[in-house]
């Protein structure tokens, strides 16, 4: 599948409509799954920021990323536009709050879905609430409800094709926080509510963006599954959620196949970006090259212990690099508890399971890396000169 997981350029992450993320899980004793990193419920260097800048930067397949999220932001919206319904319909009709509520209760089931992440099958009761909601929205446009335009033409929805001064598409702000961004949480703001046109607009814009042959993004599924969402929006007129659920869960275990594994290899057993490590290869090369020439020229004009004790900072560099390049790991920037996740960028290791694992694997290294350079030294300072 990693033919699947094509780069088709870079992109952003789109903000979180629901109501904030659980918390982190610091009690986790094992590594997180790809839905707990979706969930926003994982630290650094193990969270959804660094796997978003991994799929960026070393899978090259951040489209599928941005459309599993796009389609997750489109579910959040369409949960968003319901409870906004249903409190216009208790602010316009209170006698629903006393008398009847046949009406309120069929929206009172959507008014806290808060946990869209993982793959639309993932637990019973999530698929039920969201095939509730996709058969609700798809009444709802079939009836043309007065209250399907409730307030401002606010989408809530952010392009995901900003790009930076370089041109490059960057992440997010929204990575590190959740909610509508520059919006208050009163239910009677009208910045704050979503008209049912915003649906219609994220669904399409999810469409021409991801899924339409030639699109800017495209990005590769099966053509049955692009047939059956081209179909659903563009002729029955659909934009309720269930029309991705099919594409996202292909997207979501695509992810968890061909690109998760390489992600947790990189950032529960290492802590440095392949330039880094091309970067230490090479200044590791260096070192020892240039220890060895230190080392043979000061044995054959036979230099005395003290001018040789000079071979070990050649050395130590030598081996300290080679070693970080072979196991990916620096290990005195890991005991310190930092991780690059960008070039020469580093952030804190939060994630406690992760930091103890960095810190065993560290302390290997670190041994191994003494232990060799330490040989190498004394072969080169005490072995016998002989002046040529």
């Known amino acids: 599948m990693s033919a699947t997981l094509a780069s088709h350029g870079r992109s952003t992450i789109p903000p979180n409509m629901d109501s904030p993320s659980p918390p982190p899980d610091r009690d986790r004793n094992r590594l997180p799954t790809l839905n707990e990193v979706l969930q926003r419920r994982t630290m650094a260097p193990v969270d959804l920021f660094s796997f978003y800048i991994y799929m960026r ?7 599928y990323l941005d459309f599993w999220l796009d ?12 409870r906004e319904l249903r409190r216009s319909v208790l602010v316009e009709t209170p006698e629903l709050e006393k008398g009847s509520k046949r009406s309120s209760t069929i929206l009172d089931q959507f008014g806290d879905p808060n946990n869209p992440a993982g793959p639309s099958n993932g637990k019973e009761d999530e698929m039920s609430r969201d095939q509730h909601l996709s058969a609700f929205l798809r009444q709802e446009a079939i009836n043309h409800s007065p209250h399907s335009s409730v307030g401002s033409g606010h989408s ?28 208050t949480t009163d239910s009677n703001s009208p910045g704050h509510t979503v008209a049912r046109a915003d649906l219609r607009v994220s669904a399409e814009k999810i469409l021409y963006t991801y899924l339409l042959p030639n699109a800017e993004r495209e990005i590769i599924l099966p053509q049955g599954m692009v047939n059956d969402i081209i179909t659903a929006i563009e002729e029955d007129l659909r934009d309720d959620p269930e029309v991705f659920d099919a594409a996202k869960d292909y997207t979501f ?33 260096l070192g020892m090259f240039g220890g060895f020439w230190a080392g043979f020229a000061c044995i054959f004009l036979d230099k005395p212990k003290h001018i040789r004790s000079w071979l070990i900072l050649p050395f130590t560099i030598g081996v300290y690099c080679l070693a970080s390049q072979q196991y990916s790991i620096d290990p005195i920037l890991a005991l310190l508890g930092f991780s690059e996740y960008t070039f020469m960028n580093f952030a804190r290791i939060k994630e406690p399971y992760v930091r103890r694992l960095l810190n065993k694997r560290a302390s290997m290294v670190l041994a191994c890396t003494v232990l060799i350079g330490v040989a190498i030294i004394i072969l080169f300072i005490f072995v016998p000169g002989k002046a040529l």
């Open 57 to 63: 930067d070393q899978q090259r397949s951040v489209d």
């Open 71 to 82: 389609v997750t932001q489109h579910m959040s919206l369409c949960r968003h536009y319901v």
């Open 156 to 183: 809530g929805v952010r392009g995901s094709g900003e790009r930076g001064p370089n041109g490059e598409r960057m992440p997010r702000a929204s990575f590190m926080s959740n909610g509508l961004e520059g919006h």
């Open 253 to 285: 275990q695509a992810m968890e196949r061909d690109a998760f594994p390489g992600f947790l290899r990189s950032k529960a057993l290492g802590n440095l970006v392949p330039p880094s490590i091309k970067a230490r290869l090479v200044l590791g090369l």
